[in-house]
T-cell receptor, first 111, second 111 residues
Framework: DAGVTQSPTHLIKTRGQQVTLRCSPKSGHDTVSWYQQALGQGPQFIFQ???????QRGNFPDRFSGHQFPNYSSELNVNALLLGDSALYLC??????????FGPGTRLTVL | GQQVMQIPQYQHVQEGEDFTTYCNSS?????IQWYKQRPGGHPVFLIQLVKSGEVKKQKRLTFQFGEAKKNSSLHITATQTTDVGTYFCAGPGGSQGNLIFGKGTKLSVKP
């Protein structure tokens, strides 16, 4: 049984560009949450998707958007990248109210 | 807003010594979750505590949830080098859809 998978592993972009990160949840999970983790910090909640809708959102600007597909996989899109967007982006999947299981993350570097 | 605080931020121990990290929430939690993140890795779910005063053990790890459900602790007995990493506690946000993470306690173990 595969766990949570994310792609790509690493990504380098320049300021102003746009990026799309992908996540496939653990088998049996229907809820996907996205987190941003800066170096030396705990993960910060971006948003959560359930039944293809954004159910909850953290304190992130509209440049951060997402999508969930019928097979429960999800994408995170970030527009107009800033240097401060450089971080590890983590996807976590769960059953609706269950514990969250994290993927390996995508390391985004913005130059 | 809701905050989750962890102390200490860093802990350096000699192999075989015990280790404890403490977690405090600004609000009462319905549950608390603990995660371990190895250097260069992603958070790995360890356990979820739900009941007031609950104590759970996993081999050398003992997890405790306070009576008021606002604090928790993780105690490791006789640390080993494999225990190295950052330990995070996390509690549900307002509607339980997201997790609010502490900043973590980084444990280093000297052989």
């Amino acid at each position: 049984d595969a766990g949570v998978t994310q792609s790509p592993t690493h990504l380098i972009k320049t300021r102003g560009q746009q990026v799309t990160l992908r996540c496939s949840p653990k088998s049996g999970h229907d809820t996907v949450s996205w987190y941003q983790q800066a170096l030396g910090q705990g993960p910060q909640f971006i948003f959560q998707y359930y039944e293809e809708e954004e159910r909850q959102r953290g304190n992130f600007p509209d440049r951060f958007s997402g999508h969930q597909f019928p097979n429960y996989s999800s994408e995170l899109n970030v527009n107009a990248l800033l240097l401060g967007d450089s971080a590890l982006y983590l996807c976590a999947s769960s059953r609706r109210w269950g514990p969250q299981f994290f993927g390996p993350g995508t390391r985004l570097t913005v130059l | 807003g809701q905050q989750v605080m962890q102390i200490p931020q860093y802990q350096h121990v000699q192999e075989g010594e015990d280790f404890t990290t403490y977690c405090n929430s600004s609000t009462t939690l319905s549950n608390i979750q603990w995660y371990k993140q190895r250097p260069g890795g992603h958070p790995v779910f360890l356990i979820q505590l739900v009941k007031s005063g609950e104590v759970k053990k996993q081999k050398r790890l003992t997890f405790q949830f306070g009576e008021a459900k606002k604090n928790s602790s993780l105690h490791i007995t006789a640390t080993q080098t494999t225990d190295v990493g950052t330990y995070f506690c996390a509690g549900p946000g307002g509607s339980q859809g997201n997790l609010i993470f502490g900043k973590g306690t980084k444990l280093s173990v000297k052989p």
